[in-house]
């Protein structure tokens, strides 16, 4: 079907409203609830749905996310679409199983409200908790604002159960800046998005008592490598269904998604780079900026796992300076995770921007469009005077308190 | 219940060839246990022994579907599967009229400790499922360290007996009744040397509708160091010195599955004596706790009495 007769219902929605509307529409099998600021409100919603028999979910109302995320697992290898969400320390807390999850190459979608993980106890916004479980073989996909973590959440489902993946899906949204701001989102009508995440049918589950199969067994020296590897080149080729998926979605729905979204590149000599909403405070600079004649641009991450880091390594090589804000810290490591994957990624090409990484926003410390001026002005500087180049600091600290 | 002859001629659900010790309890229990229903069986079990021994890839030892998860999310991970079959047969994607029941084993470590949480949650939730812990009254699976339902006075790696110790210092934690406070339909206290009352009991497990826990006595040799050939022995005595009665909670109501005469009661030294775990304690200066262990046991077994009958919960 072509976009222009996709009806879009245009509602005011906050962004744990929009997830639980893609929810609502995908109608898992099973989801399993427990709650944490800020992903709560999505799973109230969610919950009044199944209340409401607005969904056929079997929903299981955990004592723990170790068991949500235990519960998914078995649902998901009895051959259930099976969803969780989280935030913080309810992903720190169920990590042991989200690396099961993926080992047992099982398709699950789990928004993930980002949120600092304590401590200090936080409950606002930052991305060490998504950051956190990076390497676990999850997919990661982040969300700019609520159409985004709606749209996100639908393709999610498409690119775990395809069969050349069958890897989880973690979407990231900021807590509270997305997750409890009200905003437009347009919602497509219920039979257009069934349509698009299809039926899901798995061949081998442990319902098909026909057929028995064990699942995670002791897997030793003689085998564990092998399936880490088949993991590993899963993970790798999902980058390809990713922009599949994307493209269809666009073309159903109207807007295309790829790794990443770039914002007044073309012939911009400096650049931020950045995950979540702070792309959209970034925008606005880029316009005022660009107003007074300063040739600046965005990249905004939209996929960290895969990592695009051939495509990035091209998008940025082009530019005098770079400013690469983290919005987690890896302590020790050189900079903030984006940081470290960005000058990994440049490592690959001969002529490349003079790069500088800003670890900010940590606890939901707010970040305004003055603060993103500031940024693009001291890349700037950096690249005519050469201080701070390839530095990583904290901005907008006030140094001990 | 199903006649001798029958039963022995049940395809084998836990095939042999595994890799557990011999005269190892767990799987006996899970071979009578799974005996308890003719529906078609989902499998999920805790790290520990019976899993490790049982599913080293690419071998599998087991004839139904089965699932491992992690150590201490057995009940989490097969209520999920649970949960799933649920919602697909009611949203027509399995047949209406098959029938499958779910079993989740796990280890007294898995269950007791670790586990306790997410069994907790599963009972409460009141999934259609049977939880079956295999207790071997220790962690046997990482080299015998101690948990809570190892017995007073036994000698383990965590807490081994020495010049100042006598081994475990507390009582082991009575987790049927934890189970039963859950409110759950049906507990049940057996053994694998007594089979035809375990048998009884898997099949009222699998046969109530909400959640069921067995709680199996299963012997170790390793772990509580005695011949190979006297893992039945020793969990009978277990039930003949009163240290392990069997019995059933079914809706609330307490029943004593067996009554052992006070003449018959075998003393607990002659039980203790068998197992090198308690050695020690056969030491001159140990007679204290020695006698301690009678009086828990006597005192347990009051209680029991008392309760015989009654509805409890
Ligand atoms: C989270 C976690 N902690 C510790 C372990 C190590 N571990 C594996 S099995 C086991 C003991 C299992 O004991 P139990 O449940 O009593 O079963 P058994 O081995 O006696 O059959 C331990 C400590 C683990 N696998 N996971």
């Known amino acids: 079907m072509s976009t222009a007769t996709i009806k879009k219902i245009k509602k005011a929605l906050t962004g744990n409203e929009a997830g639980a509307e893609a929810m609502r529409q995908i109608d898992p099998d099973v989801a399993a609830v427990f709650p944490i600021t800020p992903q709560t409100e999505l799973m109230h919603a969610f919950a009044a749905f199944v209340a409401d028999g607005k969904v056929g979910t079997e929903l299981v109302t955990v004592e723990s996310e170790h068991s949500a995320m235990s519960a998914t697992v078995g649902a998901a290898a009895a051959g259930a679409r099976a969803m969780t969400a989280t935030s913080a320390n309810g992903l720190a807390l169920m990590w042991e199983i989200v690396n099961i999850c993926s080992a047992m190459r099982l398709p699950v979608v789990m928004p993930v409200i980002n949120r600092a993980i304590s401590g200090p106890l936080n409950i606002h916004c930052d991305h060490s908790d998504m950051m956190g479980s990076r390497d676990t073989g999850w997919i990661q996909i982040f969300s700019e604002n609520s159409q985004e973590e709606y749209d996100n959440i639908i393709q999610a489902v498409r690119i775990a159960e395809n069969p050349n993946v069958l890897l989880p899906v973690m979407v990231g949204s900021d807590g509270f800046i997305i997750s409890h701001a009200l905003e437009t989102v347009e919602i497509y009508e219920d039979a257009e998005v069934k349509e698009f995440v299809g039926e899901y049918t798995p061949d081998r589950t442990l319902l098909n008592t026909g057929k028995p199969m064990t699942y995670g067994p002791l897997d030793l020296q003689d085998y564990y490598m092998e399936h880490k590897m088949a993991e590993h080149n899963a993970i790798h080729n999902a980058g390809k269904v990713i922009l599949e998926i994307g493209k269809e979605f666009g073309k159903k729905f109207g807007t295309e998604y790829g790794f990443f979204d770039t914002y007044k590149m073309e012939d911009a000599e400096y650049a931020i780079i950045c995950i979540g909403s702070t792309a959209g405070t970034t925008r606005v600079v880029v316009d005022k900026m660009r107003a007074e004649g300063k040739k600046v641009g965005l990249i905004k991450i939209r996929v960290f796992r895969p990592f695009p880091f051939k495509e990035l390594a091209e998008a940025v090589k082009n530019l005098k300076g770079l400013a690469v804000l983290d919005r987690a810290d890896t302590f020790g490591g050189r900079g903030g995770p984006l940081y470290i994957e960005m000058k990994s990624a440049l490592s690959d090409v001969k002529e490349k921007p003079v790069t500088r990484n800003f670890i900010y926003g940590l606890g939901g410390r707010d970040i305004n469009t003055t603060d993103i001026e500031t940024i693009y002005n001291q890349i700037e500087e950096t690249v005519k005077t050469g201080k701070g180049a390839e530095s990583f600091s904290y901005f907008g600290v006030r140094g001990d308190v | ?313």
């Not at chain 2, 999920?44 to 139904?64: D, K, M, N, Q, R």
């Not at chain 2, 491992?68 to 649970?82: I, P």
């Not at chain 2, 509580?224 to 079914?250: G, M, N, R």
């Not at chain 2, 009678?294 to 009958?309: F, I, S």
Request: with cysteine; aromatic share 10%.
């Open chain 2, 1 to 313: 219940m199903a006649k001798l002859k029958d039963l022995a001629e049940m395809p084998e659900r836990l095939s042999g060839g595994h890799r557990l010790c011999a005269g190892c309890g767990a799987s006996i229990a899970v071979r009578q246990i799974l005996r308890g229903t003719q529906d078609d069986v989902v499998v999920g079990c805790a790290t520990g022994c019976l899993e490790v021994a049982t599913t080293i890839y690419p071998y599998t030892a087991w004839e139904v579907p089965f699932i491992h998860n992690a150590f201490e999310n057995s009940a989490a991970t097969v209520t999920g599967a649970e949960a799933a079959y649920q919602a697909l047969q009611r949203k027509g994607k399995i047949p209406a009229g098959k029938k499958i029941k779910f079993v989740a084993f796990g280890g007294d470590g898995g269950t007791y400790d670790i586990g306790l949480q997410s069994l907790s949650g599963a009972l409460e939730r009141g999934h259609d499922f049977v939880y079956v812990c295999y207790d071997n009254e220790a962690y046997m699976n990482t080299g015998i360290q101690r948990s809570s339902a190892t017995p007073y006075g036994a000698s383990t790696s965590t807490v081994p007996a020495g010049v100042c110790s006598f081994g475990k210092p507390q009582q082991r934690k009575d987790l049927a009744m934890i189970a039963a406070a859950h409110h759950i339909p049906y507990v049940a206290q057996g053994t694998i040397a007594h089979w035809n009352d375990l048998l009884m009991k898997a099949e009222k497990a699998f046969n109530t509708p909400g959640p069921a826990f067995l709680l199996v006595l299963a012997p170790c040799p390793r772990g509580w160091i005695f011949p190979i050939e006297k893992t039945v022995e020793i969990a009978k005595e277990a039930v003949d010195s009163c240290f392990w009665p069997l019995y059933e909670i079914e809706h609330g109501v307490f029943k004593l599955n067996k009554k052992v005469p006070d003449a018959k009661k075998v003393p607990m030294v002659e039980w203790l004596k068998k197992q090198k775990r308690f050695k020690h304690l056969f030491q001159e200066g140990c007679e204290k706790y020695l006698e301690n262990i009678q009086v828990q046991v006597d005192e347990e077994w009051a209680r029991y009495n008392r309760m015989n009958g009654e509805k409890i919960f």
